[in-house]
């Protein structure tokens, strides 16, 4: 019988895959990181996920393994087109930048994120980073936890985007 059910809770590591078309938010949870791969199967598992929360303080442990793959251009990039909701509070820095990176995802249009604004500073290179522009840039809106406040160089790095 298919799985009906529009949510997936605390999936980790040990996730199976399968195919879920009528979840459409989902949770991961692990105290071992998630490598892209992991990602690349959530992907396949969940076409039509809307809402994302990742809750894993591990950082990835094929991080440079990634980047060199990246610059060679053999990285799978993933894909989220129905994703509007994704949710970074409770996860490591790593998985912003999972997430934030363009060579490695591609984010739909109309995204709304949260995230630490330190983390977000870090990934960003303060706002800087020229990789991470494309995907910053579909963002709808940013809930930025525990900013002190949200400068002009900060709102120029999101032009289109409601920041709070």
Not at 20 to 38: A, G, M, N, Q, R
Not at 114 to 142: G, H, P, Q, W
Not at 145 to 156: L, P, Q, R, S, Y
Request: charged share 25%; proline share 4%; net charge positive.
């Amino acid at each position: 019988y298919p799985y009906k059910m529009k949510y997936y809770d605390n999936i980790s590591n040990n996730f199976p895959g399968g195919l879920f078309k009528y979840v459409y938010k989902v949770s991961l949870y692990d105290e071992y990181p998630f490598e892209h791969e992991f990602f690349l199967r959530i992907e396949k598992s969940f076409p039509f996920m809307k809402e994302l929360t990742i809750v894993n303080a591990k950082p990835q442990k094929n991080k440079l393994y990634r980047k060199s793959m990246s610059d060679n251009k053999d990285l799978s990039i993933i894909k989220s087109p129905h994703l509007t909701d994704l949710n970074l509070i409770q996860a490591h820095d790593d998985y912003v930048e999972q997430f934030l990176v363009d060579t490695e995802m591609c984010l739909s249009n109309h995204l709304h994120l949260s995230v630490y604004y330190e983390a977000m500073k870090m990934v960003t290179e303060n706002f800087t980073r020229n990789t991470t522009r494309i995907n910053c840039a579909k963002l709808r809106s940013l809930h930025l936890w525990m900013a002190c406040g949200i400068t002009k160089h900060v709102k120029d790095y999101f032009p289109h985007t409601h920041i709070f």
